[in-house]
């Protein structure tokens, strides 16, 4: 495999997860658990596959949501499910996945786009994230290892969700004073 | 040329930078550096305009603010000061619960440092109460600030990160 060759998901789907998952409230700040960077996770331990089958339990339940981590339902865990299926600035896509301590090892092509929150759920921002990157995780329920390379909006939903997993907001990388906006869309 | 800097502030409603902007208009103020944006529902503008005395432009606000909420200051200043950049620009981000003395205490402590606020907005959005600051900090400080903000910060019980800016933003 070349260094910036995508590995894809194989055969994992959400089936892997087993039951369809509960639907847990959703956090928003100030709150602390958002602030701490959460741990390491066992992708195999089963309270982790009931955590990523809730994540994407609630993601879907979530008006215009496309990932969901799980510092965002209480849970200081390197967990987050990403969907960017059918957006209108989506270019390649995984599909629905959830992904256990997931690092972004390349990005390149920084852009400044907007981005919201669920747990901002009042303001946007203005955020330069890299529209290239390349993602090393595991698999929750088979502890598989993935090596994903993905742009454009999949990518930037990656960087958001993976901030979360370290106990950062897109508050905490908006590009200047006045990149910070009351939302004026509510999906 | 003497320069005017005038402040306009009062209950958001349309036309309020179109009443202001013509009335200065026409006692031939030139309008230079502006912000005008809305503040919790008040409309504020803050501007710096060359032209009329500071008779010519109060006598031209005052039809303006007679019979409505708005309020108008107008105050001669010195020409433009010259300020040179004293080092890099930073960003810094702050994000927590509302309370008071979040801008005081970061923002002493910038002071202290020798950093020089370029821009700052506060938001409360619910309980939750974000500052957004661009400051130019002395070469080398950055670091030594950064451990001073996160004690601060701590104390306050809210986030902060200082960051490079960009300057090549888009």
Avoid at chain 1, 165 to 185: E, P, S
């Amino acid at each position: 495999m070349t260094a910036g060759q995508d590995c894809g998901l194989g055969d994992w789907t959400t089936a892997v997860l087993g039951d369809r998952g509960g639907v847990r409230s959703v956090l928003t700040a100030p709150v602390g658990v958002l602030s701490r960077a959460g741990e390491q996770v066992d992708p195999l331990a089963d309270d982790v596959v009931r955590l990523a089958a809730d994540l994407v339990a609630t993601m879907r339940v979530s008006p215009g949501c496309v990932g969901l981590a799980a510092p965002q339902v209480g849970v200081g865990a390197r967990v987050f499910a990403v969907d960017v299926t059918g957006h209108p600035k989506t270019l390649t896509s995984h599909g629905t996945f959830v992904l256990c301590n997931a690092e972004v090892v390349e990005a390149s092509r920084w852009r400044l786009g907007r981005e919201g929150c669920m747990s901002v759920p009042d303001l946007t921002g203005d955020v330069k994230r890299a529209s290239r990157v390349v993602v090393q995780a595991v698999l929750p329920g088979t502890g598989a290892a993935v090596r994903l390379v993905t742009d454009g909006f999949e990518a930037r939903a990656l960087q958001h969700e993976i901030d979360h997993c370290l106990g950062r907001l897109f508050l905490d990388r908006v590009a200047g004073a006045h990149a910070v906006y009351q939302r004026k869309v509510y999906l | 040329m003497s320069e005017l800097a005038i402040t306009v502030i009062g209950p958001d409603r349309p036309g309020i930078v179109a009443d202001v902007a013509e009335a200065l208009a026409e006692v031939g103020a030139n309008l230079t550096d502006s912000t005008m944006t809305r503040l919790r529902g008040h409309f504020a503008m803050t501007l710096i305009c060359v032209g009329p005395s500071g008779p010519e432009a109060e006598a031209a606000l005052a039809p303006v603010v007679a019979d409505g909420p708005l309020v108008a200051t107008v105050r001669q200043v010195g020409a433009e000061a010259t300020s040179t950049p004293i080092g890099e620009p930073y960003l810094m981000s702050v994000h927590g619960a509302d309370r008071l003395g979040i801008v005081s205490a970061l923002t002493r402590v910038l002071a202290e440092t020798g950093g020089n606020l370029t821009d700052l907005t506060t938001r409360l959005s619910g309980p939750l109460y974000v500052l957004l600051a661009e400051v130019e900090l002395p070469p080398g400080t950055a670091e030594g600030l950064a451990e001073r903000l996160a004690e601060a910060a701590a104390r306050l019980d809210v986030e902060v990160t200082l960051r490079r800016a960009d300057s090549d933003m888009l």
